[in-house]
């Protein structure tokens, strides 16, 4: 059974740079053919795809955030990662990672984790 | 950008058929997939390619789509059904479009 886990800083002050890191567990990463994405959710307010990374290493990011978005992996450590650069109060937002995108469904999903943005 | 138009709102007795909407231009020309949400937990996908379910979600819950519009069905609703329900496709243009949500109250 494959298990997500999402973790990094729960606050991280404007303009600054939000990283997260999911750990994947029960499956190597890099078995397969799988997109691995990241997903946030604002309060009270629906899903937002941020992007994606391949199993070959290729990326994929939202329009609306791809100026600011990096997303990376790591097999050696069976993690994929995050990271958001130039930060406001609009990031504020539980970040999900998920097995998934392109037209594949989202069929893992870790916890998700809440990260405000505040000085 | 590719836009998909749930119902804020869907209310049922328990026992009913729910039926929750997913608009979009042509969308049935895409796969999608459906999202349950309960209060503080993470998404959980009870129908994906428009009509197949993962194991483990009941039968009750099934999914069309055609022209323009997607349903999701959750027949013989129970209290436990009460939940937000996303609907989810992959856009040429957009890459990945969630809906907007749509809250299931069990009346």
């Known amino acids: 059974q494959v298990q997500l886990q999402e973790s990094g800083p729960g606050l991280v002050k404007p303009s600054q740079t939000l990283s997260l890191t999911c750990t994947v567990s029960g499956g190597s990463i890099s078995s397969g053919s799988y997109y691995w994405s990241w997903i946030r959710q604002p309060a009270g307010k629906g899903l937002e795809w941020i992007g994606r990374i391949y199993t070959s290493g290729s990326t994929n990011y939202n329009p609306s955030l791809k100026s600011r978005v990096t997303i990376s992996v790591d097999t050696s450590k069976n993690q994929f990662s995050l990271k958001l650069s130039s930060v406001t109060a609009a990031d504020t937002a539980v970040y999900y990672c998920?097995?998934?995108?392109?037209?594949?469904?989202?069929?893992?999903w870790g916890q998700g984790t809440l990260v405000t943005v505040s000085s | 950008s590719y836009v998909l138009t749930q119902p804020p709102s869907v209310s049922v007795a328990p026992g009913k058929t729910a039926r929750i909407t997913c608009g979009g231009n042509?969308?049935?020309?895409?796969?999608v997939h459906w999202y349950q949400q309960k209060p503080g937990q993470a998404p959980v996908l009870v129908i994906y390619y428009d009509s197949d379910r993962p194991s483990g979600i009941p039968e009750r819950f099934s999914g069309s789509n055609s022209g323009n519009t997607a349903t999701l069905t959750i027949s013989r609703v129970e209290a436990g059904d009460e939940a937000d329900y996303y609907c989810?496709?992959?856009?040429?243009?957009?890459?990945?479009?969630f809906g907007g949500g749509t809250k299931l109250t069990v009346l």
């Open positions: 989810q496709v992959w856009d040429s243009s957009s890459d990945v479009v």
């Open positions: 042509n969308i049935g020309s895409k796969s």
């Open positions: 998920a097995r998934g995108g392109n037209d594949v469904p989202f069929d893992y």
